[in-house]
């Protein structure tokens, strides 16, 4: 059975791949201005998405804190592949209603068309929220998110190019357009305790949380492509399961925070419905995150490397490999405590994403309200940004 997607309006998500975080599945203001950093260098605050063992890094007078909301997005769109779209279909409804067209002109739409094929545009978004209750002794958080992730392109059927360049009407085309992705919704609960003092100190944490995974495979021919329709119930499916993350933080010495984050651990796969003859799974599979974080004075830096690839969807005859796999670097400078400035870079070893920067900015008047912005640039057709209010007691 089908329901509609929790507490997430997917449809301007939509319109942003048609307009327009990759394996850690959450958006958060101060990590991703850090070029999405956090395994070793998250507050306590976001530390059950980055990594649950953090909710033990705080000061003696944290008591307690939220994050209500935050919300982010980010549009991959490398080949711009969505400005030759619009230009095709406005190309061909041109020449349809001046009866086809010239010779030339029928060469040149046939040409755009073809020049669609084997790419496409990729597009996230997460929004969340957070109670944090951290303690050196014995930390835990509620939180609860979605993320989605959609990807959009067009199948270019060989016989509709060749079709185009024949003098009349133009044919009625073949070519499929499909948006296939999955929107991820999560309620956990982050427990974290540490042992030992000084730099034997460690400390371990644990998420235990319930994901519900709606996925969707919307396909038509691509002259009838209607945005609007793509989470119709004949397109998408939905299904839930029980899942665990695991994290460790380790302070070797006074400054220094080393960190490993596990996700996901049990792996599961969802099969979306068939349309137009072909369906694709989404794996959920195990990731791991290492990352190390230096504090001296105003100044934190810190890195994050993904262990192994994080795969996405899986098909014989569809969407190739897409998995990705990051290298996160960044930093943060805090003025006093009122003002922070956040920069980073992050790069896909799996060459699926293309280099992102990032910058960031938090304001913090008096230590209780926080507000976070975020934006990173990839090209000038991809780009993404966050936005998240805090409060800290």
């Known amino acids: 059975m089908r329901h509609s997607a929790p507490w997430l309006p997917l449809a301007p998500l939509v319109q942003l791949v048609l307009a327009g975080a990759a394996t850690a599945q959450y958006y958060e203001a101060r990590n991703a201005g850090m070029g999405g950093v956090g395994t070793a260098s998250s507050n306590y605050l976001a530390a059950g998405w980055a990594n649950p063992a953090l909710l033990t890094r705080c000061r003696a007078d944290d008591t307690f804190g939220l994050i209500l909301p935050t919300i982010g997005a980010t549009a991959y769109d ?14 061909y409804d041109r020449l349809e209603q001046a009866g086809g067209g010239t010779q030339a002109d029928r060469d040149l739409l046939a040409d755009r068309l073809a020049a669609l094929d084997d790419r496409q545009v990729t597009a996230t978004l997460g929004v969340g929220g957070v109670l944090a209750v951290p303690s050196r002794e014995f930390g835990f958080a509620l939180h609860a998110k979605t993320y989605a992730d959609l990807q959009s392109f067009v199948d ?17 085309l073949q070519s499929q357009a499909r948006v296939v992705g999955v929107a991820i919704t999560e309620v956990g609960v982050s427990l974290a305790t540490a042992f030992g003092e000084g730099a034997e100190r460690i400390a371990i944490g644990v998420t235990p949380k319930h994901q519900r995974v ?42 220094f925070m080393l960190g490993v984050h596990g996700r996901n ?33 105003a100044l934190t830096l810190s890195g994050d490397f993904d262990i ?61 309200v926080r507000l976070d912005l975020a934006g990173t640039y990839i090209d000038d057709n991809s780009f993404g940004a966050v936005a998240q209010l805090g409060l800290t007691f």
């Not at 030759?84 to 279909?89: C, L, Q, V």
């Not at 299904?239 to 460790?248: A, M, R, Y």
């Open 265 to 297: 651990l049990i792996g599961q796969s969802y099969t979306t419905v068939d349309t137009l003859a072909r369906s694709y799974v989404y794996d959920i599979n195990p990731t791991a995150v290492v990352g190390a974080a230096w504090t001296a004075g």
């Open 156 to 172: 270019v059927d060989p016989a509709d190019v060749n079709a185009l360049r024949n003098p009349g009407l133009l044919p009625s």
């Open 214 to 255: 709606d996925t969707y495979n919307y396909a038509v021919i691509a002259n009838d492509f209607d945005i609007g329709r793509f989470d119709d119930d004949q397109y998408a499916n939905d299904d839930s399961g029980f899942n665990v993350d695991v994290g460790v933080a380790w302070e070797p010495g006074a400054g």
């Open 308 to 368: 192994m690839p994080a795969d996405r969807f899986v098909t014989a005859n569809g969407l190739g490999d897409d998995d990705t796999r990051l290298v996160r670097i960044g930093g943060e400078f805090d003025l006093a405590g009122w003002l922070q400035l956040r920069a980073g870079y992050q790069k896909d070893l799996e060459d699926t994403l293309d280099d992102a920067i990032s910058a960031g900015i938090g304001l913090a008047p008096f230590g209780i």
């Open 78 to 91: 490398k080949d711009g592949l969505v400005d030759d779209i619009e230009s095709f279909a406005d190309e």
